[in-house]
């Protein structure tokens, strides 16, 4: 057996995401997050849902972090962070599940796009998300979206990353 | 070099040709894309196509894959009527809206209903085809509704005003620099826009604020499963996402074609339909959406409170029509990957404003503009070759050639019969079905008759002891005593005189084979037949006669059989009825010999190409059927299995220093020979006996048959073959001249036109270097 997370981290790598393995703790959350935005201001977050919810609780007292954003704020936000239900080794892909607060928006409006994943919902191929005994039955959420990589085009001749959807994409990977 | 974007007086608009429905309009649209689009269209094609086979080649089920997903969606599309109503009893059980529209204009109707009844000044739209179908943008605009394309290639062509040219990447025939002189002339900016990044800024500032403020979201639907209302949506963007989340109300256009029973049966689309689209594991997005959506809306400042809506609008449009259709059903099960599109070397020459309808473009979109409009529409169709090199790559196995076989026997019903051309068709033995087919059609496709008379008549020139005549009726002559009949040839029946036929021979391949006592095989010994096809026969006799010669030295029991067309040709043409006769002939003069329990072997592998495929659609009988497919073999393929069944290594039987032509070869094999498979033990064979081979990376070299023979594509074949020059040449300049090697006559001919130098046939040179 290939061990999913090395195959599931080079080829996220290879979709052009950076992947970072830290500690599953407050502080190693806080720390990357603070690392990955370099100072950029406008931070928004969503509540987690199958790590626990403190685990969020060190990044959300950063300076720059916006607590209650309203619509407009949201519209011009740097980062958005979310949690992903599941990872696909085989294309490096990260599954998010729609439909809590602002998961649509920070999954999708900011240019920085920080995910984490913890590292035991990492599955083998994409068809697997239609199994339905794949992750006790939490991979057929009512409404997903599966990402790999930045938002890109290749209309405008060259490929390019960044598009309408965030134009970097940083997975934190909870060992 | 930035190419031109200003049009020359000479040049269409694409959206001048978009309706090809009658063929001046085809070959002018074909001349504008050959001048304009071809350079970008051959490179995105092109890049796609490598994508797939490295991406398909990753899946490690993946034919297995293909046989499921085409086993869902030929159950779905039988089980339509019932999925249609369980999807609208899900998604109104949800609060959602269904409208199944039963015309372009329904669809239009209800979609702007919805716009007045939200009061709708600002629709976005995330990338949907089938949105070109119904015109959608026109029924919009002319209501005062703007419409904001936000896909990058839709909005491309929002600004240029044209048709998409793909389904995938519906301006791919765009190059960069051709974008940025769009831009520049269009909005009128000073800004630089010279990289893919600028370009791409621009487009995204414009659209930002259109996503905000949208008050409907229009997308597609990649798939719909009818038992829980979710729809498929992949794209690479985000454009879609926005679409389909940011604005109050979302409406999604989809055929109705695209439901299928269950989410579950989404797996194995969701890593076929990217891996054959673009190359990838999985496009940056796919949203797996059961709308409406929970989540609030998306409310900016000065922005009035809106409900959540979602309709999903189904489209008929001829859908249900082609559903009872015993052709055109197969189309159906189409999944819009492009897999077709990129993988066709006619396409990857002109793209889809050539190759292409108003909205559907390829080898699968004639089907489409048939089916959703006129067959008239369809007449792009013709340029489908029938290489087949679109068949192994159709996710859900669709028998592309076979639906444009029969798109091109419908048009040819439509030409309406003139006496004259009527008795000439008789005359050729076509179908009564097929008589009133235009004359180019009815001489390619009967070309056996006009080759035996050329035979025959050359022939007796010779017997005249007359060697001036028989260079003349022979056709050899081709600039000097030939010409008159080469002029009139294209005047008739539109063959251009440019290319060159293979020679009527002085004695056919039976007559010849029939002067030579056959060796009497030893009782064990292989058993075959040698079919005596129309191109050997007739044409290029020097490789019969070497298959005759080598399997027999190799100690094979060979005959040959008596000539007979096997309706290669015909079926080429769209002329099924005598397709159909045509090969129920050479059945029945091959059967005896198959009832002595003897192999057949096929020289010219599109002849080779009817026994293992294609005349699995026009015999009725399918066990006969495989009784001629499984015995059926290319003359390399049976020299390998003879060494192989009488335990000899090719060393021990060839010796390479006999070769005429050295050890480094250049092979290209025909494309219907790569498609079921039988080009492989050539390569294999040539390198084990020590040859160092190369062989062509083009899906195949313009020819295709009969095609590039026709004055109206002879441009075009010559474009689509100088990607094949090009392999070669910049092959040659780091490794040194080659000798050129082709299995196929047409391919042959392409090689001599590229290069003007002899071209062996693999199975000569074999013979040639047979130890004796």
């Known amino acids: 057996m290939p061990d999913l997370t090395a195959v599931f981290e080079q080829n996220a790598i290879d979709a052009a995401a950076g992947v970072w393995r830290i500690e599953r703790t407050p502080l190693a959350v806080r720390s990357a997050i603070e690392r990955a935005c370099d100072g950029l201001k406008n931070i928004v977050m969503s509540d987690a849902e199958f790590l626990p919810p403190q685990i969020l609780a060190g990044a959300r007292g950063l300076a720059g972090v916006i607590l209650k954003p309203d619509e407009e704020q949201l519209a011009t936000a740097a980062v958005g962070v979310t949690e992903a239900f599941a990872g696909i080794a085989s294309t490096g892909s990260i599954c998010v599940s729609l439909g809590r607060p602002l998961v649509g928006v920070t999954s999708l409006l900011m240019p920085l796009h920080i995910v984490l994943l913890p590292s035991e919902r990492i599955i083998g191929r994409p068809r697997d998300l239609f199994d339905p005994t794949c992750l006790n039955g939490d991979a057929l959420k009512r409404n997903i979206v599966v990402i790999t990589g930045p938002s890109a085009t290749a209309d405008m001749g060259p490929l390019v990353r960044g598009v309408h959807g965030p134009h970097r994409l940083l997975i934190l990977l909870l060992e | ?772």
């Open chain 2, 1 to 772: 070099m930035a190419e031109p974007f200003t049009k020359s007086a000479a040049v269409e608009v694409p959206r001048d040709v978009a309706n090809k429905s009658d063929k001046k309009r085809l070959l002018r649209a074909i001349r504008m894309a050959l001048e304009i689009e071809s350079p970008a269209v051959r490179r995105n094609t092109q890049e796609f196509n490598r994508g797939r086979y490295a991406a398909t080649a990753a899946i490690p089920d993946y034919d297995a894959l293909k046989d499921r997903a085409r086993a869902i969606k030929d159950k779905s599309i039988a089980q339509l009527p019932e999925l249609i109503q369980t999807l609208k009893t899900t998604l109104r059980a949800r609060g959602g809206h269904v409208f199944v529209a039963a015309t372009a204009e329904d669809a239009c109707r209800y979609i702007l209903d919805v716009c007045h009844w939200r009061a709708a000044k600002l629709v976005v739209k995330g990338k949907t085809i089938t949105s070109e179908e119904i015109h959608l943008n026109r029924v919009l605009e002319a209501d005062g509704i703007e419409v904001a394309e936000s896909d990058l290639a839709e909005f491309i062509l929002q600004v240029a005003d044209e048709q998409p040219s793909h389904f995938v990447g519906p301006a791919l025939h765009y190059s960069r620099e051709r974008i940025t002189a769009l831009f520049k002339r269009k909005f009128k900016t000073d800004l630089p826009l010279d990289t893919g990044e600028a370009l791409t800024r621009f487009a995204r500032e414009k659209l930002r604020n259109k996503f905000l403020y949208a008050d409907v979201g229009i997308t597609g639907a990649n798939l719909i499963a009818a038992d829980t209302g979710t729809i498929m949506l992949v794209e690479s963007e985000g454009n879609i996402r926005m679409s389909s989340f940011l604005p109050p109300v979302h409406i999604a256009i989809s055929g109705v074609e695209k439901i299928i029973p269950t989410r579950r049966e989404m797996a194995p689309f969701v890593e076929l339909l990217p891996a054959s689209a673009t190359g990838q594991g999985l496009a940056v997005y796919t949203s797996f959406l059961s709308p409406p959506l929970t989540d609030p809306v998306f409310l900016l400042p000065g922005k009035p409170a809106k409900e959540r809506e979602f309709h999903l609008v189904l489209i008929d449009n001829g859908r249900m029509k082609m559903r009872e259709d015993p052709v055109l059903r197969e189309a159906l099960d189409c999944i819009r990957c492009g897999a077709c599109l990129n993988s066709c070397a006619n396409f990857q020459t002109v793209g889809g404003h050539a190759f292409g309808g108003e909205a559907y473009s390829g080898g699968i979109g004639g089907a489409w503009e048939a089916g959703t409009g006129k067959l008239e529409n369809a007449r792009f169709s013709e340029l489908c070759t029938g290489c087949t090199r679109c068949v192994n790559q159709c996710p859900v196995r669709i028998d592309i050639p076979w639906l444009n076989a029969n798109l091109g026997d419908r048009l040819n019903r439509t030409e309406g019969r003139a006496p004259l051309r009527a008795a000439a068709a008789r005359l050729l033995g076509a179908a009564n079905e097929d008589r009133s087919s235009a004359a180019s059609k009815l001489f390619f496709g009967n070309y056996h008759y006009f080759a035996k008379w050329g035979a025959r008549l050359t022939a007796i020139a010779h017997s005249f002891n007359n060697p001036d005549l028989a260079r003349t009726v022979s056709l050899s002559d081709t600039e000097g005593r030939s010409k008159p009949m080469r002029i009139a040839l294209e005047r008739w029946v539109g063959l251009d005189r440019r290319r060159v036929l293979p020679a009527f021979p002085k004695s056919t391949l039976v007559k010849t084979v029939k002067k030579v006592a056959p060796a009497a095989g030893k009782g064990k010994a292989p058993k075959a037949v040698l079919f005596a096809e129309v191109f050997t026969n007739y044409g290029m006799v020097q490789r019969g006669v070497a298959t005759v010669d080598l399997l027999r030295a190799l100690g094979t029991d060979l005959v040959v059989s008596e000539c007979a067309p096997e309706g290669r040709a015909a079926l080429s043409q769209g002329l099924i009825a005598t397709a159909k006769a045509h090969a129920k002939r050479a059945m029945a003069e091959l059967d005896r010999y198959v009832t002595e329990g003897r192999d057949i072997v096929v020289i010219e592998p599109s002849s080779l190409a009817m026994f293992r495929r294609d005349m699995k659609q026009l015999l009725d009988n399918k066990d006969r059927f495989e009784r001629f497919r499984s015995r059926a073999f290319d003359p390399v393929e049976y020299v390998n299995k003879v060494l192989e069944k009488t335990g000899r290594n090719p060393t021990d039987v060839f010796d390479i220093s006999r070769s005429p032509v050295g050890t480094d070869l250049y092979f290209h094999a025909h494309c219907q020979q790569k498609t079921i498979g039988a080009d492989a033990p050539t390569t294999n064979l040539l390198r084990e006996i020590g040859f160092d081979v190369l062989t062509t990376e083009v899906e195949c070299c313009g020819m295709a048959g009969s095609f590039g023979y026709k004055t109206d594509y002879y441009d075009l074949s010559m474009a689509v073959g100088a990607d094949l020059f090009n392999q070669i040449i910049q092959q040659e300049r780091s490794t040194g001249p080659r000798a050129l090697i082709a299995s196929g006559t047409s391919c042959t001919e392409q090689l001599h036109a590229g290069f003007d130098r002899p071209v062996m046939h693999p199975i000569e040179l074999l013979a040639a270097i047979l130890k004796r």
